[in-house]
């Protein structure tokens, strides 16, 4: 069965700091790839996602997150946080139409 | 079309009592999903629908959780004989066909808790 890793579980940055967050998968076959921010009081929301092609993608609010296929890996980045970053964010694989979460990476953002 | 909603927000159950949950999808989405989701953990899912077809459940899904789309739009979660174990989020999705067949758009989410 799928899994999927974030290797952060709490990443705590000040503004203007970068961000990289980790996300590695299990199955090798074809798979949709996913990135969802749950900012504090709403529900998920799509940041960004991965189906075929450049496997640089580009999401909202300048995220952007790397397919690196010979590893597994999803990894989600931005240049430059803001306060308004502080959130959970959760890497899924969808395959066949189910979707595998990991666990979250809570982020929070110092002003 | 204001998204997925999900009624109620908040169930408080004492434990053996049976519990109905709605989630009403975008409209013409014909993918219907069903997540629990734990404190610290991401979304377990649960089962989903294509139309009125029950396509796929989860072996988390036990015997006392049954879920129904009977016409192809709403659907609803029934829990039997609730546990204190069963206290979770209940995440509602959907997606549309085609290309985007497999994004989903998230409901806020059911949070039961079981006394």
């Known amino acids: 069965a799928q899994s999927v890793s974030q290797h952060n579980h709490h990443v705590i940055l000040s503004e203007a700091a970068s961000l990289e967050l980790g996300c590695n998968y299990s199955?090798?076959?074809?798979?949709?790839l996913f990135w969802y921010v749950q900012y504090p009081g709403q529900h998920l929301q799509l940041l960004l996602k991965y189906f075929s092609g450049d496997p640089l993608v580009k999401g909202i609010k300048g995220f952007e997150a790397e397919f690196i296929k010979s590893k597994f890996s999803f990894n989600l980045r931005k240049p430059s946080v803001q306060w308004s970053d502080t959130a959970e964010y959760f890497c899924?694989?969808?395959?066949?139409?189910?979707?595998?979460f990991g666990d979250g990476t809570t982020l929070t953002v110092k002003p | 079309d204001t998204g997925v909603s999900q009624d109620p927000r908040h169930k408080i159950t004492k434990r053996g009592q049976n519990v109905t949950f709605r989630c009403d999808p975008i409209?013409?989405?014909?993918?219907l999903y069903w997540y629990r989701q734990t404190l610290g953990q991401g979304p377990e899912f649960l089962t989903y629908?294509?139309?009125?077809?029950?396509?796929?459940k989860s072996r988390l899904l036990s015997d006392r959780f049954s879920a129904e789309r009977p016409k192809g739009s709403f659907s609803t979660l029934e829990i039997q004989r609730t546990e204190q174990g069963d206290s979770a989020m209940y995440l509602c999705?959907?997606?549309?066909?085609?290309?985007?067949?497999?994004?989903?758009?998230f409901g806020p989410g059911t949070r039961l808790t079981v006394t």
């Open positions: 629908f294509q139309n009125e077809a029950q396509l796929e």
């Open positions: 999705a959907s997606s549309q066909p085609g290309l985007e067949l497999h994004e989903q758009y």
């Open positions: 409209s013409e989405h014909n993918r």
């Open positions: 199955y090798g076959g074809t798979v949709n």
């Open positions: 899924a694989v969808n395959e066949a139409g189910k979707s595998t």
